[in-house]
């Protein structure tokens, strides 16, 4: 509300004006039952998302529902290691970015996925061993995650790594035999690449407390006791006719040690409960604060890669089913808001940079057609004498009115330049910012520079 009067106070046109009033009824509507998936996760700080194709990007109506219905989106194949490095070396982003840019203009989050899996290397690797192969990998995951650094809510680094059946260990592969140092490796790298993605385990088969669960669970808290940078845990949830009654507590559990969770590819075969077992499994999430989000693994049963057991929230149609509206009410039937209590939360952001010139961030309050963006903007160790700030806008959206600073230029890529009074930071000093616009704000984090 502070961000509105402040606004308010410092707008002069009254067309402009009309604006910030028409946002404040949008924000008291988000609170009312949401009609659509990611509008009702994002009334308790969560996504739904969807993961996508590029070569489906062209049918409209598989696009009209993407659009609609999600705020975060996967790449369901084009961010493998065999697309991005057919070969050693040589790195195709066509596709991944395709996907990374449907994200951004619908101002959804992107998750990453994945950096390493035995499945889906390319054959290059499939033939390496020993030093060379990790070497390669982690050349995979430091390029990978450069590529789209700053731009990733959170990245699959690692994905499958773990036995099926009761041994609690490790799958073997040609990644495992480079030793089982191999997934801490692959998290420094992919931090020290991109240090505002969340870093995520993600596996199969661990949908309850079972000893493949728990042999996670055992890698997850050694990490954290080791400070191995992990942030989450993607479960990938893959299911059937039935559901572990512990489905939630297996979720907890891992919150518990300080993690974030993810339902990351969810689809449930279709049979009598589908319905139930999708609004178990949104309640679950719903019901534990750091369950983040939630990604169905396709959006029509003719996108599923599960040909055959039409497992998804749409039919081939691209009708809702049953399941959808099962999932809509779970998620707008509330739960504690994550993360943590305080809403909203910010959904861009990065850390200070020490010793840089100076960095920014950027907390959003978006609603249909709309925002207002307050920009944090912090000295480095030497402090400055002036700052300009460059915001990416995803196409559509545009500035209508900035307080604290001054802009040039109101679409695409728009910088905001200090006024008199806030130009000088002392080092570690930090200034705010805000401006106001249409359509989706900036998804990715803004770039800060002394003037
Ligand atoms: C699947 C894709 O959906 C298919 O198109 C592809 O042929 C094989 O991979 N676990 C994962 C996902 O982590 O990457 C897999 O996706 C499904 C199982």
Known sequence: ???????????????????????????????????????????????????????????????????????????????KWDA??????????????????????????????????????????????????RNAMMNHVTQVATHYRGRIHSWDVVNEAFADGGSGGRRDSNLQRTGNDWIEAAFRAARAADP?????????????????????YNMVRDFKARGVPIDCVGFQSHLGTTISGDYQANLQRFADLGVDVQITELDVAQGGNQANIYATVTRACMAVSRC??????????????????????FDNSGNKKAAYTSVLNALNAGGPSSPGPSS???????????????????????????????????????????????????????????WSAGNSGTTGTVNFRNVSYNGRLAAGGATEFGFQGTGAGPTVSPSCAAA
């Open 1 to 79: 509300m502070s961000l509105l009067r402040r606004s308010r106070s410092l707008l002069l046109a009254s067309a402009v004006a009309a604006v910030v009033v028409s946002s404040g009824v949008a924000l008291i509507g988000t609170a009312q039952a949401a009609t659509t998936l990611g509008a009702s996760a994002a009334q308790t700080g969560r996504y739904y998302g969807a993961a996508i194709a590029a070569g489906r990007l062209g049918d409209a109506t598989y696009t009209g529902i993407l659009n609609r219905e999600f705020n975060s989106v996967t790449a369901e194949n084009e961010m």
């Open 196 to 216: 505002a993605a969340k870093l995520c385990y993600n596996d199969y088969n661990t949908d309850g407390i079972n000893a493949k669960s728990t042999g996670i």
């Open 84 to 133: 991005t490095e057919p070969s050693q070396g040589r790195f195709t982003y066509t596709n991944g970015d395709r996907i990374l840019n449907q994200g951004i203009a619908m101002g959804a989050k992107v998750r990453g996925h994945a950096l390493l899996w035995h499945q889906q290397e390319p054959g290059w690797a499939q033939s390496m061993s020993g030093t060379a192969l």
């Open 292 to 313: 983040t989000g939630i990604t169905v693994w396709g959006i029509r049963d003719s996108d599923s890669w599960r040909t055959g057991e039409n497992p998804l929230l």
């Open 344 to 402: 909203p939360s910010p959904s861009v952001s990065t850390s200070p940079q020490p010793g840089g010139a100076c960095s920014a961030s950027v907390s959003l309050n978006s609603w249909n057609g709309g925002f207002v963006a307050t920009v944090r903007v912090t000295a480095g160790s030497s402090g400055v004498n002036g700052w300009t700030v460059g915001v990416n806008l995803p196409a559509g959206s545009a500035v209508t009115s900035t």
